[in-house]
């Protein structure tokens, strides 16, 4: 009888401890995922790695909280707020770079592209005035050579929008894809660059 009652009293003594954890656990999982919530968008993007390593340990500690591992839970979230103001400066620092970097690349477009451009116009306006197209060139592909020129000179317009917009990022992937197109143009005319 008295073993029963002692382990009647151990079980209840347990269930209490447990219970006990619970809503310290709950508020340290909250606390973790406020955190990391409040970094999510410029550590998600600019240190995917890192975050998802933090992510990975509160879904852990969600894990042992279902599990009524309520110590567990705690333990596996601790780290995770200090973890989250070391991702917001690192994020902050690499989002710097980044928008240098997307600055240093637009002003190196800005300054290349529309020269390209305005050579290649040139030298269509010279083929379009000559009595006789030179040997590989026709009607036919000078006309396509004039559409694929409007289309980058289009491209590159696009990504003029873009940087007046404050579209950073786009800016320079249009503007990337106008010199890849000015690029292949200046190839199928036979150009000399630089």
Same mark, same amino acid.
């Not at 410029?42 to 909280?65: I, Q, T, V, W």
């Not at 477009?109 to 030179?134: D, T």
């Given at each position: 009888?008295?073993?029963?009652?002692?382990?009647?009293?151990?079980?209840?003594?347990?269930?209490?401890?447990?219970?006990?954890?619970?809503?310290?656990?709950?508020?340290?999982?909250?606390?973790?995922?406020?955190?990391?919530?409040?970094?999510?968008?410029?550590?998600?993007?600019?240190?995917?790695?890192?975050?998802?390593?933090?992510?990975?340990?509160?879904?852990?500690?969600?894990?042992?909280?279902?599990?009524?591992?309520?110590?567990?839970?705690?333990?596996?979230?601790?780290?995770?707020?200090?973890?989250?103001?070391?991702?917001?400066?690192?994020?902050?620092?690499?989002?710097?770079?980044?928008?240098?970097?997307?600055?240093?690349?637009?002003?190196?477009?800005?300054?290349?592209?529309?020269?390209?451009? &305005?050579?290649?116009? @040139?030298? $269509? %306006?010279?083929?379009?005035?000559?009595? +006789?197209?030179? =040997? #590989? !060139?026709?009607?036919? /592909?000078?006309?396509?050579?004039?559409?694929?020129?409007?289309?980058?000179?289009?491209?590159?317009?696009?990504?003029?929008? &873009?940087?007046?917009? @404050?579209? $950073? %990022?786009?800016?320079?992937?249009?503007? +990337?894809?106008? =010199? #890849? !197109?000015?690029?292949? /143009?200046?190839?199928?005319?036979?150009?000399?660059?630089?």
């Amino acid at each position: 009888m008295n073993a029963r009652i002692l382990l009647a009293t151990l079980a209840a003594v347990l269930a209490l401890a447990g219970c006990s954890q619970k809503d310290p656990a709950r508020e340290a999982i909250d606390a973790a995922e406020n955190a990391l919530n409040a970094v999510y968008e410029d550590a998600g993007k600019y240190l995917p790695d890192r975050y998802a390593a933090a992510k990975a340990e509160l879904d852990a500690a969600r894990k042992a909280f279902d599990e009524e591992r309520y110590a567990d839970a705690i333990a596996a979230v601790k780290d995770i707020p200090a973890t989250a103001e070391a991702l917001a400066k690192d994020a902050a620092a690499a989002r710097e770079a980044h928008v240098a970097g997307l600055n240093s690349e637009w002003a190196r477009l800005s300054g290349s592209v529309p020269g390209l451009l &305005a050579g290649i116009g @040139g030298r $269509l %306006e010279e083929l379009g005035s000559m009595r +006789r197209l030179p =040997e #590989g !060139m026709d009607t036919q /592909l000078l006309d396509e050579t004039k559409a694929a020129h409007a289309s980058a000179q289009s491209a590159w317009q696009d990504a003029g929008s &873009a940087f007046a917009n @404050g579209d $950073l %990022e786009g800016a320079v992937e249009k503007g +990337r894809a106008a =010199e #890849g !197109m000015a690029q292949d /143009l200046v190839a199928r005319l036979g150009m000399q660059t630089g």
